[in-house]
């Protein structure tokens, strides 16, 4: 399914500069100059060194259906400056109205792995479309690609157990929990509590019972037992409430009225105190009474650090259930994704390049219409990445440097390699299939399946290389060279 992801879009989903910007180009006669952009992001989420592109299908529900209505108009038009006038041209207002999306863009298909300064949009047109559109795509792209990255490392870190995303509760917003529960399935999650995201998405969804139902009854017994009676198909046990142990004994005699009247539990869920000793504890009362084929589910403030830690400790847990720290993105706020101009041009004239420069490398642009190759080993092991000028030719053996320390590789003549960024728009008009999100999904496990095992790694992973191709590296340089002479005014 891929359905929107929720109804907050409109063309006013932007940034108020955005529209002073493309009224300023509207003015000086520009609205027919050409423009690339790129969205990109500087470091990877959570000391790690990888992410997971996601919010590709979401940024693409906004870009077909973007226009301003009368409404959205009328609202601009009451917009005033620092003179208490109208801060907005009439002109300008009606020609906003009837603007449709016209440009080109490519993406990186979600689940892709990305490194940063690689680009994972690359939107090319009319400059006032270009800058309008902006703030959404930062948005959708920044949240969703933080949080299928964590849902990756949780998923990594849990193994061959099932992770179950629990987060729409702590979520920031309705809409940011929608959008969470969606990325966390395509890094990797087995399900999610979410209602609302498994009737848009078609995403399996899993629940238990709160402390809440135990508690309103006179006897965890009771409570069991009611929960039993009404949903036979339904049964895992809360037994955390009062004493785990106990609770796990009590969780055995419901269990075994379940069985009596033709029906299994599905298992336990242990929500806190030691609960490695718990779970092995728990595990060895289960196996007696005889279901072995309980699950233990744990719960409670996890993240890929807690259950490598519980796991390594001898846990015996089969399913984790994360929230808080998934469906927000701890510790890390944002990814911090940008969008950069990389050139510009007036009607029939060539590209001409532009740079942003900084005090610190990393923050450097790139100039130009940019494209990301992936080389690979013989085995499809990903072996090193280039980021190059799609109009520049390419020539073998092909030489990348790193754009920070400039240190240069050569990558071997005849090396299997793919083109990461895909077409998505032509002249405003969608020529991509949007995959099913389970499509989406698979396509994420096996990109982190192709990836070198130790920049997975919890701790002190390896860097990926990734650099510019050497005309890239050419042309950079020498428009910082040529940006650093500019006269002073």
């Given at each position: 399914m891929n359905a929107p992801i929720a109804n907050v879009f409109s063309a006013l989903s932007t940034d108020l500069y955005e529209i002073t910007m493309a009224c300023g180009y509207w003015k000086a006669g520009l609205r027919n100059h050409q423009a690339a952009f790129h969205v990109v992001f500087r470091e990877n989420p959570f000391s790690g060194e990888f992410t997971l592109a996601c919010g590709l299908a979401s940024a693409i529900d906004f870009l077909?259906?973007?226009?301003?209505?009368?409404?959205?108009?009328?609202?601009?038009?009451?917009?005033?400056?620092?003179?208490?006038?109208?801060?907005?041209?009439?002109?300008?207002?009606?020609?906003?109205?009837?603007?449709?999306?016209?440009?080109?863009?490519?993406?990186?298909?979600?689940?892709?792995?990305?490194?940063?300064?690689?680009?994972?949009?690359?939107?090319?047109?009319?400059?006032?479309?270009?800058q309008i559109v902006e703030t959404a795509l930062l948005n959708v792209l920044n949240f969703q690609s933080l949080v299928a990255t964590k849902a990756a490392r949780v998923c990594l870190a849990a193994g061959d157990d099932a992770v179950v995303e629990f987060g729409l509760r702590r979520a920031q917003g309705m809409d940011g929990g929608l959008s969470a529960s969606r990325a966390a399935y395509i890094g990797g999650c087995a399900g999610t509590s979410n209602l609302l995201a498994g009737k848009r998405y078609g995403i399996p969804v899993s629940g238990t019972q709160a402390h809440s139902w135990i508690m309103a009854f006179e006897s965890e017994t009771e409570a069991f037992q009611t929960y039993a009676e009404a949903l036979p198909n339904n049964c895992?046990?809360?037994?955390?409430?009062?004493?785990?142990?106990?609770?796990?004994?009590?969780?055995?005699?419901?269990?075994?009225?379940?069985?009596?009247?033709?029906?299994?539990?599905?298992?336990?869920?242990?929500?806190?105190?030691?609960?490695?000793?718990?779970?092995?504890?728990?595990?060895?009362?289960?196996?007696e009474a005889g279901f072995a084929n309980a699950a233990i589910i744990c719960s409670g403030d996890l993240d890929e650090y807690a259950i490598a830690e519980m796991k390594s400790r001898g846990a015996k847990i089969n399913i984790w259930g994360v929230g808080t720290k998934l469906a927000t993105g701890q510790p890390d706020a944002a990814l911090g994704v940008v969008y950069k101009l990389g050139a510009v041009r007036r009607p029939g004239e060539p590209w001409r390049y532009r740079i942003k420069l900084s005090d610190e490398p990393a923050k450097i642009s790139c100039p130009g219409s940019l494209q990301v190759r992936r080389f690979c080993q013989p085995n499809g092991q990903f072996k090193a990445d280039a980021i190059y000028e799609i109009d520049h030719a390419i020539a073998e053996p092909f030489a990348i440097f790193d754009p920070t320390t400039n240190a240069r590789r050569e990558i071997p003549a005849a090396t299997d390699f793919a083109d990461l960024l895909v077409p998505i728009f032509r002249d405003g008009e969608l020529v991509y299939r949007v995959p099913e999100i389970r499509a989406a999904r698979e396509y994420a496990r096996k990109q982190l399946g192709c990836a070198p095992p130790e920049i997975l790694k919890m701790s002190h992973p390896r860097h990926y290389e990734v650099g510019l191709e050497s005309a890239l590296f050419e042309l950079r340089s020498k428009l910082i060279r040529r940006a650093k002479r500019q006269p002073s005014p």
């Open positions: 077909r259906g973007f226009h301003f209505t009368e409404t959205e108009i009328a609202y601009l038009a009451a917009q005033s400056g620092n003179d208490d006038r109208p801060l907005f041209d009439p002109g300008f207002l009606e020609y906003l109205g009837g603007l449709r999306l016209t440009c080109d863009i490519d993406a990186m298909p979600e689940g892709t792995l990305v490194f940063p300064h690689e680009p994972l949009i690359r939107v090319c047109g009319p400059i006032m479309e270009c895992v046990f809360l037994v955390d409430t009062y004493n785990s142990l106990e609770g796990v004994r009590r969780a055995i005699s419901a269990s075994k009225w379940l069985r009596r009247h033709g029906h299994e539990p599905i298992g336990i869920r242990l929500d806190s105190g030691d609960r490695v000793m718990l779970s092995i504890e728990a595990r060895r009362l289960l196996d």
